[in-house]
């Protein structure tokens, strides 16, 4: 999978994909993230990338210009399943979406700034507008990351252990159920007796009804919610 994050802050997005299970997937190659700053393909001297709204009002628009060049480069060099753009009114990103995101070749990730881009990027160039939650960055950089990290950890490959990312929570629409390591008596606290037990029917038939428990109590409406798509 490729994954190209255009940005006028390409040194925030990339400090935050180099570690971990992310820097391991790209060292393996299982993945490829480029980024690229929007800056380099500004037309003027001053390298502007912004403008005033036409109609006036507070804030700056980002120029529809400097992003159409350089994704109609990248478009030119292969084909891109996705354009993607990082916004607090799009739709809710979730678990499901990563999944379905994560069968992709090649997408590419749009991050906004200041009032956002200009409209006619949207609805000319992007095919998907995601938002992380119902709050407001000052960029879509640290949203852009967060997809990144989210796709790269479920592609094959990027975890060593195959079924890890299989029982995230989520995944099935059960949060987790919980986890211990040793020592298994620690101030007195018990590990539960069963996950000593070396039964492992028993353990998976603990675990899944700690996540349905975990569910009911914490996020009832992922039970009832099984109708979302992609
Ligand atoms: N840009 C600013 N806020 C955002 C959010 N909540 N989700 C995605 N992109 C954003």
């Not at 993230?33 to 500004?42: P, T």
């Not at 992709?104 to 507008?129: A, F, M, P, S, W």
């Not at 008596?185 to 028993?202: A, D, F, H, M, T």
Request: aromatic share 8%.
């Amino acid at each position: 999978m490729r994954i190209d994050i255009l940005t006028i802050l390409p040194y925030l997005i990339e400090s935050s994909l180099n570690h971990s299970i992310i820097k391991r997937a790209r060292q393996k190659e299982i993945v490829s993230i480029y980024v690229h700053d929007i800056r380099d393909y500004a037309q003027n001297k001053q390298k502007q990338v912004d403008d005033y709204p036409f109609g006036g009002g507070a804030g700056m628009v980002m120029c529809i210009e400097p992003i159409d060049l350089l994704i109609s480069k990248l478009k030119k060099e292969r084909k891109y399943d996705e354009v993607i753009y990082l916004t607090p009114d799009g739709k809710k990103f979730t678990q499901r979406t990563a999944n379905y995101l994560a069968t992709k070749e090649n997408i590419i990730l749009l991050c906004g700034h200041y009032k956002g881009v200009d409209q006619r990027i949207r609805d000319n160039l992007v095919t998907r507008e995601l938002s992380i939650g119902d709050f407001v960055l000052s960029g879509g950089e640290l949203a852009a990351a967060v997809v990144t990290d989210c796709l790269v950890r479920i592609v094959p490959g990027a975890i060593s252990d195959e079924t890890s990312a299989l029982t995230d929570s989520f995944q099935d629409n059960l949060l987790a159920p919980p986890t211990y390591t040793r020592p298994a008596v620690y101030k007195g606290w018990k590990v539960p007796e069963i996950l000593l037990s070396g039964n492992q029917q028993w353990i998976d038939e603990w675990r899944h009804s700690k996540s349905v428990e975990r569910t009911r109590l914490l996020r009832p409406d992922l039970l009832k919610d099984d109708t979302e798509q992609e």
